[in-house]
């Protein structure tokens, strides 16, 4: 991963995780940050690195057996559909979603699919493109800007924590579940 667009370290040090926790990284691709979630939440917590993509997944379990294969399970799943991923209800503390909201069609089935894994205190941290730069990232027209993904959440019922930086082209968001 090219860390001149996004560095997934710095951006999980963003979300506050802590030892122990439960996450998943939902359109986890090869996992880069399920790895840097697993580096965090330790030997007593688990990362679920879920994507529907099969191909990519074989890759994820590559790159992730390297030190961290006893934290993170791959999970070949549907983010987009309510009861997809098959996590259990409210069993995540955390869910991140990084480089894929553009690329969602079932917007309303990722927010029920996010709120139905969260505990009820559980947060999520969304990382995006700004724009297209120069062949890198999505097409311009699928972009997902900053305020419309604000929009997407809010409108799910999410909190708006924290707005940041995630690198000269990504934004990030930490966004709370409310109970409502």
């Known amino acids: 991963m090219d860390v001149a667009f996004s560095d997934p370290r710095q951006n999980i040090l963003q979300f506050g995780l802590r030892e122990g926790m439960k996450v998943a990284d939902f359109g986890s691709g090869s996992g880069h940050y399920a790895k840097a979630a697993a580096a965090i939440v330790g030997s007593g917590g688990k990362v679920y690195a879920v994507d529907v993509q099969e191909e ?7 790159n992730t057996h390297q030190g961290h294969h006893h934290i993170i399970d791959v999970v070949w799943g549907d983010i987009e559909r309510k009861g997809g991923t098959k996590l259990r209800d409210a069993s995540m503390d955390a869910v991140i979603l990084a ?6 069609e079932n917007r309303a089935g990722l927010t029920d699919e996010i709120k139905r894994v969260l505990k009820p205190e559980g947060k999520l941290l969304v990382i995006d493109w700004t724009h297209s730069h120069g062949g890198m990232g999505p097409h311009h027209e699928i972009v997902v800007s900053e305020s419309q993904a604000l929009q997407i959440f809010e409108d799910a019922g999410f909190k708006k924590e924290k707005s940041f930086s995630a690198g000269p082209h990504h934004y990030g968001i930490i966004f709370s579940r409310t109970t409502t």
């Open 56 to 62: 990519v997944l074989k890759h994820a379990r590559q």
């Open 99 to 104: 480089n894929t909201l553009f690329q969602v």
